[in-house]
């Protein structure tokens, strides 16, 4: 299951990481060319300035996801 999201600056990023911590189920981020681990802090960084897709395992309820990735925008 996906979810775009664009990511403006390193407090946003702060932010999906530890959302992403809290996750019952795995949180990745995907462009183009690269996928990353949401938990990945260091990683992460590299997407400032980016658009992105929330991925997550299809089981993952479409309302939960919505919600984490409300609070990540």
């Not at 299951?1 to 990745?28: F, G, H, S």
Request: aromatic letters at 4%; glycine letters at 2%; a neutral charge.
């Amino acid at each position: 299951m996906t979810r775009v999201i664009d990511i403006k600056n390193k407090e946003q990023i702060q932010r999906i990481n530890q959302l992403a911590c809290e996750a019952p189920y795995e949180v990745w981020l995907s462009t183009e060319t690269v996928m990353l681990d949401a938990r990945s802090l260091l990683s992460l960084y590299s997407l400032v300035g980016q658009q992105a897709k929330v991925v997550t395992e299809d089981e993952v309820d479409p309302k939960a996801l919505n919600r984490l990735v409300r609070k990540m925008s």
